[in-house]
């Protein structure tokens, strides 16, 4: 919270620039945490679910973000003020966790105990399931072509399809809208798809053939659609952040450990998105080009989804 405030009041681009890898690496850094939590709270047939309800949540967010952030910061004059605004939100938010989340009312009881008497490094846990780094690499790759298509799509839309930025920012809040409820199929799909290669694949494959699909067309239906079947795609990730929960004699500090690997991936796909398809860009003189290679390398994780045990 206290790195939003410091972008709020950021007199330059260099302090700017810190306090947003600061707020990322704090957020990074709760996921141990935010395991650990899952399984001191709930029973592991729920695990899925719990995501499902989250990601539902985090949609609706980013949805809203997406869609009023211009207008907001337009409206008060000043996107300093939008940043504070997201700031009260979050103190909200962890004033209500301070209040519900007390540890003595953990429904699972003697976890702590359990975590007290596991000796060694959980760091092992990082060659001892190499499935780990399998489920890794989709993320990053679902990631990477979701921040390249969201960061560029609107300059692209208004200099190469005539798009205006008016209609760009709604068209993309289509990528949360169908993901908001649907969402909460994703406890539904972990227990319906045994095959975890499907449960890994489909949303790469999904991934690349809406994202070539937006690229090429200029038609806002079409995109509409194409849009909501990329969102669509994510549906399956509550199904898959719980994969590590599976994995034979993982002990709940182990399941930290791969789950933070997974996460770190997802963010380093989210960083070298952007970056790639500008490199691309640049050396080829098309943003097209940039944003269809960024596409077609995530069939990458298609090949990864058929390595996973």
């Known amino acids: 919270i206290p790195f939003l405030f410091v972008q709020a009041f950021a007199t330059g681009f260099p302090i700017l620039l810190l306090a947003r890898f600061a707020f990322v690496g704090c957020h990074v850094m709760t996921v141990p945490a935010r395991t650990l939590l899952l ?16 990601l539902s949540q985090h949609s609706l967010m980013l949805a809203l973000a997406v869609s009023t952030s211009a207008i907001i910061i337009t409206e008060l004059g000043s996107w300093r003020m939008a940043y504070m605004i997201l700031g009260g ?12 989340a007390k540890e003595d009312k953990a429904p699972v009881e003697g976890f702590q105990s359990r975590l007290e008497e596991q000796e060694g490094t959980p760091l092992h846990a990082l060659s001892h399931y190499p499935q780990g780094w399998v489920i890794a690499v989709v993320m990053f790759f679902l990631s990477a072509t979701w921040t390249s298509l969201v960061t560029f799509l609107p300059t692209f839309w208004l200099e190469q399809r005539g798009v205006p930025l008016i209609l760009g920012g709604p068209l993309l809040g289509f990528l949360y809208y169908a993901l908001i409820p649907t969402a909460l199929l994703g406890g539904f799909l972990a227990k319906k798809i045994p095959n975890r290669k499907l449960l890994l694949g489909i949303p790469a494959l999904f991934n690349a053939l809406f994202g070539v699909g937006i690229i090429l067309s200029g038609d806002p ?58 490199i691309v860009a640049q050396s080829t003189g098309s943003l097209e080009t940039g944003l269809l290679t960024m596409c077609l390398l995530t069939a990458s994780g298609v090949l990864a989804a058929g390595l996973y045990p």
Do not use: C, H, K, Y
């Not at 399984?39 to 989250?54: E, H, L, S, Y």
């Not at 939100?89 to 519900?100: A, E, N």
């Open 39 to 54: 399984q001191q709270w709930a029973a592991p047939r729920q695990f899925a679910q719990i995501n499902a309800v989250g």
């Open 89 to 100: 939100v979050f103190i909200l938010q962890t004033s209500v966790w301070l209040l519900i």
């Open 221 to 278: 239906v079409v995109l509409m659609f194409l849009i909501t079947g990329l969102g669509l795609a994510w549906v399956f990730t509550p199904a898959i952040n719980v994969l590590p929960f599976e994995f034979p004699d993982i002990s709940p500090r182990e399941v930290a450990v791969i789950s933070s690997l997974v996460v770190t991936f997802s963010a380093l796909g989210f960083a070298a998105g952007p970056t790639l398809v500008g």
